[in-house]
């Protein structure tokens, strides 16, 4: 597996709290990507980043912010946490090759109660 | 945008038997990947197909991709339990595009 770790790992938190999780790569690759992961509803991708400080919306981004001020980390904030976000948040990294081939870390499993 | 339609969304089998999951882009696509996903794991990328026709083979897994690059499928023969998984189709659109377009995926249960 490529060297991603994401945490925590696991985390319960209540309605209205912010919430950061992060994603850390020993990869060197440009692309970083959150999704969330829910019954139904397959991959779907919040934010990506293409860069140190270039980041941009994926199809579910209300709710959520990212960062990322350094290749190997990328932050994703759940500003005020509400029990529709509850999911599990995967991490990925591709490389810069045409083919945007993604490798994924092992999740973080959120609960808001 | 580009969406990715995979078909069926479950497939339930007995050991030893096929199992085919097809997808379909709305838009032609530069290449198609496929992502295997075990129960509590994390997606994990098996193939990528870019030709157009072209058709590969990892073991009793054969992946095709269609003439017009806007569908694809994986057959598995023999299914096994080590089978057991959801798999994801991915899009890409262009080779410029950031991301992929993942298919909601296939989630296939054998039983021996």
């Known amino acids: 597996d490529a060297g991603i770790t994401q945490s925590p790992r696991h985390k319960v938190t209540e309605t209205g709290t912010p919430v950061t999780l992060r994603c850390h790569q020993t990869?060197?690759?440009?692309?970083m990507y959150w999704y969330r992961q829910d019954p139904g509803h397959g991959l779907r991708l919040i934010h990506y980043?293409?860069?140190?400080?270039?980041?941009d919306k994926g199809e579910v981004s209300d709710g959520y912010s990212v960062s990322r001020s350094k290749t190997e980390d990328f932050l994703l904030t759940l500003e005020s946490a509400t029990s529709s976000q509850t999911s599990v948040y995967f991490c990925?990294?591709?490389?810069?090759?045409?083919?945007?081939?993604?490798?994924f870390g092992p999740g973080t499993r959120l609960l808001v109660l | 945008g580009q969406q990715v339609m995979q078909i069926p969304q479950y497939q339930h089998v007995q050991e030893g038997e096929d199992f085919t999951t097809y997808c379909n882009s709305s838009?032609?696509?530069?290449?198609i990947q496929w992502y295997k996903q075990r129960p509590g794991g994390h997606p994990v990328f098996l193939i990528q197909?870019?030709?157009?026709?072209e058709v590969k083979k990892q073991k009793r897994l054969t992946f095709q991709f269609g003439e017009a690059k806007k569908n694809s499928s994986l057959h598995i023969t023999a299914t096994q339990t080590t089978d057991v998984g959801t798999y994801f189709c991915?899009?890409?659109?262009?080779?410029?595009?950031?991301?992929?377009?993942f298919g909601k995926g296939t989630s296939l249960l054998v039983t021996p």
């Open positions: 990925a990294i591709s490389p810069w090759t045409e083919n945007r081939t993604q490798y």
């Open positions: 990869e060197n690759h440009r692309y």
């Open positions: 980043s293409y860069g140190v400080k270039d980041t």
């Open positions: 838009t032609t696509l530069s290449n």
């Open positions: 197909l870019v030709k157009s026709g």
């Open positions: 991915a899009g890409q659109e262009s080779n410029s595009g950031y991301a992929l377009n």
